[in-house]
């Protein structure tokens, strides 16, 4: 196993956060969408004076389309006007850190891909979540991102 990727449960996490949907799971995509909606959260929160300390991208594939639906937001514990709320759900997630800028996490993606299917997960028709631990500035140089692929749950039943 990789040792920079680990499994850990997150609990659910409310996000203030816009929705739109990309073309396919690709960068390219994906990249142009989630930075459009960010751009568009972050006015909206600094218009109510809201605090932005947890950006989080969720992306989750379209059945049946090579679409992903794209929501960018920022965690919160109350309301914006103008924003949705979306809980993410608690789940088990398949995590890796990413250094660096956002044009170079497709090896990061590329790592988390490899692993998940040898682990026998499907990543290709799985949720992706991505939280900037540390993301200040146009210098994405110095960009921490963990990257996270959410991992079926299992129930049991008595």
């Given at each position: 196993?990789?040792p920079?990727?680990?499994?850990?449960?997150?609990?659910?996490?409310?996000?203030?956060?816009?929705?739109?949907?990309?073309?396919?799971?690709?960068?390219?995509?994906?990249?142009?969408v989630?930075?459009?909606?960010?751009?568009?959260?972050?006015?909206?929160?600094?218009?109510?004076?809201?605090?932005?300390?947890?950006?989080?991208?969720?992306?989750?594939?379209?059945?049946g389309?090579?679409?992903?639906e794209?929501?960018?937001?920022?965690?919160?514990?109350?309301?914006?006007?103008?924003?949705?709320?979306?809980?993410?759900?608690?789940?088990?997630?398949?995590?890796?850190?990413?250094?660096?800028?956002?044009?170079?996490?497709?090896?990061a993606?590329?790592?988390?891909?490899?692993?998940?299917?040898?682990?026998?997960?499907?990543?290709?028709?799985?949720?992706?979540?991505?939280?900037?631990?540390?993301?200040?500035g146009?210098d994405?140089?110095?960009?921490?991102?963990?990257?996270?692929?959410?991992?079926?749950?299992?129930?049991?039943?008595?």
């Open positions: 196993m990789n920079h990727i680990q499994t850990k449960y997150v609990e659910p996490l409310t996000i203030a956060a816009f929705s739109a949907p990309a073309a396919d799971a690709s960068r390219q995509s994906t990249g142009a989630v930075q459009a909606l960010f751009d568009q959260v972050i006015t909206q929160m600094e218009s109510a004076a809201a605090d932005r300390t947890t950006p989080i991208a969720r992306y989750v594939p379209a059945a389309t090579p679409a992903v794209v929501a960018a937001g920022y965690a919160i514990a109350g309301t914006v006007p103008g924003l949705s709320l979306s809980t993410l759900p608690a789940t088990e997630v398949a995590s890796l850190i990413h250094h660096g800028p956002m044009n170079t996490i497709s090896t993606y590329q790592a988390l891909t490899h692993w998940a299917e040898s682990a026998g997960h499907s990543p290709t028709t799985s949720t992706w979540r991505e939280q900037y631990l540390e993301a200040n146009n994405q140089s110095t960009w921490i991102v963990e990257l996270q692929l959410e991992l079926p749950t299992t129930s049991t039943t008595p």
